[in-house]
């Protein structure tokens, strides 16, 4: 099984940044395909961004397109988003996610482990 815990969250005013990381632990990181969602009050999670076993390719929601950026440090057994231009509407909390199957992450983007996620604010 694999284990995933997430950092980095907290209050930020808009125009700021924040960096969030995932650490992960059970299983040879770098066979994982990682991703971030979403989940804002009152709405459906979403995906965020995705980055696959090598560090290329990766993928990125509309909405944080040029803003967002994930990466991976496998040696490190993490994977980070580097959050800027951060605006209120970004206000969710964040979730770390992995699996194992191309088709499944990249494609589908379903994945079997979830992080408990972290509380991302963005004041006005």
């Known amino acids: 099984q694999v284990q995933l815990v997430e950092s980095g969250g907290g209050l930020v005013q808009a125009g700021g940044s924040l960096r969030l990381s995932c650490a992960a632990s059970g299983r040879s990181f770098s066979t994982l395909i990682m991703g971030w969602f979403r989940q804002a009050p009152g709405k459906d999670r979403e995906f965020v961004a995705l980055?696959?076993?090598?560090?290329?390719?990766?993928e990125y929601a509309d909405s944080v397109k040029g803003r967002f950026t994930i990466s991976r440090d496998n040696a490190k057994n993490t994977v980070y988003l580097q959050m800027n231009v951060l605006k209120p509407e970004d206000t969710a909390v964040y979730y770390c996610a992995a699996d194992s199957r191309p088709v499944a992450a990249l494609i589908r983007r379903e994945y079997d482990y979830w992080g408990r996620g972290t509380q991302v604010t963005v004041s006005s």
């Open positions: 980055i696959a076993r090598t560090g290329s390719p990766t």
